[in-house]
């Protein structure tokens, strides 16, 4: 029962913390490291102590799963060679660096505890990285580093620990080697291995449920089959979770896609930020120990300084090296420009410890000396990187002027992947045109799609606040039927004449599509504070038309449809400039639709957007954006 109510009231204070946080933009991963910290020390606190075991079977699993299922594994292989000098070069050159301050600073402290010390530390954590890094809006490339690089180091900072503590004083580089292959081999065969097994099961499940629930149980059975084999229990969990995420669209129903992303979203909500309150409740005994092991007090203080000092400075000192000598990276897919040294800055500057920093320094055996230092060490480092480094991240991106992903941009990308994909759709039921339809489904077929498509169009332009578009009225008045309906759904259920089965299924189908535009109207939200919409560099290669088309041209009018003013009709919604002629006309998303009778009339294939700060073009001969 004490058990019970620890964990109930652990939970309940970093749900209350997070969503505080969330309410006022603080950076929860610090705000619960320094709450833990200063809560160890209260007596009503019941003292925590984390194991190694705990944390690397329990904790770190669905944490690395969970992040795994959402990296796109294309950007991961777009960013494979900086992601790899990452996750093996830095680590083993954080170890070795680390290894010889703590030896200098300390000469008590042994080569093999001295290395023990540096493959702790050397890992940035994936939970830091990512909760701090999209908190605080970086560009996508760098957030992508910075989780590939997260997902794999640990393997290599625990394949370099285990060595260190088992060779004992004649630490081995030919050593080092094989146990980094054997773990490297094992990990991703069994990863492999379970996404292959996960992959075939998935084929024949349909229940959401049961979908579900072996997602899971993967995370943990493939860390504990790697681990059991001598591979890398790390490697195999996120070879399997890229790997199922990558091919969910093919492998899972849509059902079971909504229903594990949401279980995994909370799963990793409440693990993240309990990971933190974790750290810092560790202060109050590892302090307490390390003072009962009578190590001088200035000798501790230069072991924490030092040792955070260094993964600080190493990380940067090899960061700009790898970037201009081995990296070489190409041009960013969403600028078309090769990454500026302002990106290696971040990169280098963004080395947030963690749990598995932690997990690894409580695995340190008790025969080392100054043990109780080590492990203190660790968590200066683990909560030094969360405070100082995560706390100045956003400052040092605003002073290098990066740019967090704009949301007019991704709208505008949204836009035109809807119509590529409706293109292809009626591409499909053009095959069946010629089939009878008394019901008229086809057309009912296409105007769906022709909805689809102007509803993603209407999220860029310059409509003011007050000016709602079709679809944002047509969100307003279907969200207040819903409601009509589910009351009236509701009522019926009180009277208990319908069963309790079919009540439910109705209500859950008028939840979806409330879901459905609840998204929809928060992602408007997001394009308020935008700037610029240019295009979407390097993303779609422009067509013939595109490329003769020119940037801009004159037009007869300023600010308005030709053809509705010239039929009294003045309720269009975007307005898009043809680049042969110069004819202001309005967009799909408006009753007259004259952009699209005009290129029918005219053959002219590229019109601009009319609208107030967007650059972009679109051919209607080949569906291209540019």
Same mark, same amino acid.
């Not at 019941?46 to 799963?65: A, D, K």
């Not at 500057?349 to 060490?377: C, H, K, N, Q």
């Given at each position: ?5 620890? !964990?109930?009231?652990? &939970?309940? *204070?970093?749900? &209350? ?15 619960? $490291?320094?709450?833990? &910290? ?15 075991? %705990? %944390? ?44 010889? %301050? ?79 292959? @054997? ?14 097994? %996960? ?6 499940? +349909? ?26 229990? $790390? ?75 260094? $993964?600080?400075?190493?990380?940067? *000192?090899?960061?700009? =090296?790898? /970037? ?28 947030? /410890? ?16 100054? /043990? ?14 969360? +405070? ?103 009522? *019926? ?33 997001? @394009? ?12 779609? &290669? ?32 975007? !307005? ?25 009339? +005219?053959?002219?294939? *590229?019109?601009?957007?009319?609208? =107030? ?14």
């Amino acid at each position: 029962m004490h058990l019970a109510l620890s !964990l109930a009231a652990l &939970a309940a *204070v970093v749900i &209350a913390v997070a969503a505080f946080c969330r309410r006022f933009d603080l950076p929860a991963p610090i705000i619960l $490291v320094v709450l833990g &910290a200063a809560g160890s020390f209260l007596p009503f606190v019941p003292e925590v102590h984390l194991t190694s075991e %705990v %944390v690397l079977v329990g904790l770190l699993p669905p944490l690395l799963y969970g992040a795994a299922l959402q990296t796109s594994l294309v950007d991961f292989n777009a960013n494979r060679r900086a992601i790899l000098l990452l996750s093996i070069g830095l680590v083993a050159f954080t170890t070795v660096g680390v290894a010889v %301050v703590a030896h200098y600073v300390i000469p008590g402290v042994t080569w093999p505890a001295a290395f023990a010390l540096g493959a702790v530390v050397a890992p940035p954590d994936a939970v830091s990285a990512t909760a701090i890094a999209r908190r605080i809006g970086i560009p996508r490339r760098i957030v992508t580093i910075l989780e590939g690089e997260s997902l794999l180091n640990d393997a290599t900072a625990l394949v370099a620990f285990r060595t260190a503590i088992a060779v004992g004083a004649t630490v081995s580089v030919l050593q080092v080697g094989r146990d980094f292959l @054997l773990a490297a081999v094992g990990g991703v065969a069994v990863g492999l291995l379970m996404y292959f097994l %996960v992959g075939r099961l998935r084929r024949r499940i +349909t229940d959401p449920v049961i979908d579900t629930s072996v997602s899971l149980v993967t995370p943990f059975v493939a860390y504990v089959a790697a681990e059991t084999v001598h591979g890398s229990g $790390v490697l195999a969990v996120v070879i399997a979770g890229l790997l199922l995420g990558h091919k969910a669209p093919i492998l899972q129903t849509a059902t079971s896609r909504i229903a594990e992303r949401l279980n995994w979203r909370t799963i990793e909500f409440l693990l993240e930020n309990t990971v933190f309150l974790l750290i810092g409740l560790q202060a109050r005994w590892i302090l307490r120990d390390v003072a009962a092991s009578g190590v001088p007090v200035s000798d501790v203080v230069k072991l924490c300084v030092s040792t955070f000092l260094a $993964v600080v400075v190493l990380r940067l *000192v090899w960061v700009f =090296p790898a /970037r201009y000598l081995l990296v070489r990276p190409g041009r960013d897919r969403e600028t078309g420009r090769h990454p500026s040294w302002q990106y290696t800055a971040v990169l280098g500057w963004a080395g947030m /410890r963690g749990v598995v920093t932690l997990a690894a320094a409580f695995a340190i055996p008790e025969s080392f000396d100054y /043990r109780e230092t080590l492990i203190l060490t660790a968590l200066v480092v683990a909560a030094g990187t969360l +405070t100082v480094q995560g706390s100045t991240l956003p400052m040092l991106v605003r002073w290098l002027k990066l740019t967090a992903p704009d949301p007019r941009e991704d709208a505008l990308a949204r836009a035109a992947l809807f119509e590529k994909a409706s293109a292809a759709g009626l591409e499909m039921l053009d095959l069946h045109s010629r089939e009878d339809d008394p019901f008229n489904t086809i057309e009912a077929l296409r105007q769906r799609a022709e909805q689809r498509n102007t509803a993603a169009w209407e999220r860029l332009g310059s409509t003011h606040p007050e000016d709602e578009t079709p679809s944002e009225a047509y969100a307003r008045l279907r969200l207040e039927m819903l409601q009509a309906e589910r009351q009236k759904v509701l009522h *019926v259920r009180s009277t208990g004449t319908i069963p309790h089965e079919v009540v439910e299924d109705v209500l859950a189908a008028l939840d979806i599509e409330e879901s459905m535009l609840d998204v929809r109207n928060a992602r408007t939200a997001e @394009l308020e504070n935008a700037e610029t919409v240019r295009g979407i560099a390097g993303t779609i &290669a422009a067509c013939e038309h595109l490329k003769a088309a020119p940037h801009d041209v004159e037009s007869r009018v300023e600010f308005e449809c030709e053809d509705c003013v010239r039929d009294g009709f003045t309720a269009w919604v975007h !307005l898009r400039k043809c680049l042969e002629c110069g004819h202001m006309a309005c967009c799909d998303s408006s009753p007259r639709k004259h952009a699209s009778a005009h290129f029918d009339g +005219t053959g002219h294939p *590229v019109m601009r957007s009319a609208e =107030p700060g967007e650059e972009w073009r679109w051919c209607f001969v080949d569906n291209r954006l540019g």
